[in-house]
């Protein structure tokens, strides 16, 4: 996050010129003209993405249009906060940064802050930490990721994923199996021509639910989570990144976005008791 150093402040333009700033602190705090604040402000509406059959994260009822899921219940308590509406546009998790980049939406929950998105978006602080879990055919239970790091063990993952990117840095040994789709690394599985798939524990557990044949889910160690955020459009300003950073931790500390996430997880029948010891968001 960009902060300005007071200290620096001091050191490179002299007492008078910081008195000067700390005289008219309204120009000094005033959002820059045509920010993602100051748009949102003065006109009321908050644009988020929506994707379609993506639960828990997002929701869409056929029959009636209504959009439910945990990033849903985030964007419009943050649209209420900010004295806004809801405004949707549906995406794809691939199209969401160039959204952003083109100014079809403000904000993007959900988002993992891998580096090459880091290079064109900005993150938000997490919303969660997403633990790394297996899904594995019977009889294959790893106490560690060391354990599946071998030639003869066969991984599956979605191409261009963290999923991806994470077997390649962790499991280097490993024989990657590179799908297109999750979907189609799930049914590698199923179908014997992977030993196990690598997802985070947010989709494990709901591919788990919808079908238990598919495999168990094993959390290797050492445990590795790597945080789910908000991505937001990159600009001179930050008003609008330091605005949404202090409301997520404002309702985080207060349990509130735990209460989001677990209860999203009814969408797709996942209980509390579902939910292994290890895993925590």
Known sequence: MNRRDFGSLLGLAGAGAVATALATPAVAQAPA????????????????????????YYHKDIATGEWSGFCMSMARDLAKSLEAEVEISETTWGNAVLDLQANKIDIMFGLSPTPSRALVVEFTRPIMQNTFTIIAKPGLEPKTWEELNKPEVRIAVDIGSTHDLFARRVLPKATLVALKTPDEATLSVQTGRADAVIQVAMLSLVTVKKNANVGKIVVPGPIVRQPTCAG??????????????????????????????????DLVGVQKEDIPADIQF
């Open 33 to 56: 003209a045509g920010s993602t604040f100051e748009r949102i402000r003065s006109s009321k509406k908050l644009r988020v993405a929506g994707i379609v059959g993506t639960e828990p």
């Open 232 to 265: 937001v459009r990159a600009e001179d300003s930050a008003r609008f990144r330091t605005f949404v950073d202090n409301w997520l931790e404002f309702n985080r500390s207060s349990g509130v976005v735990t209460s989001w996430i677990t209860s999203s997880l």
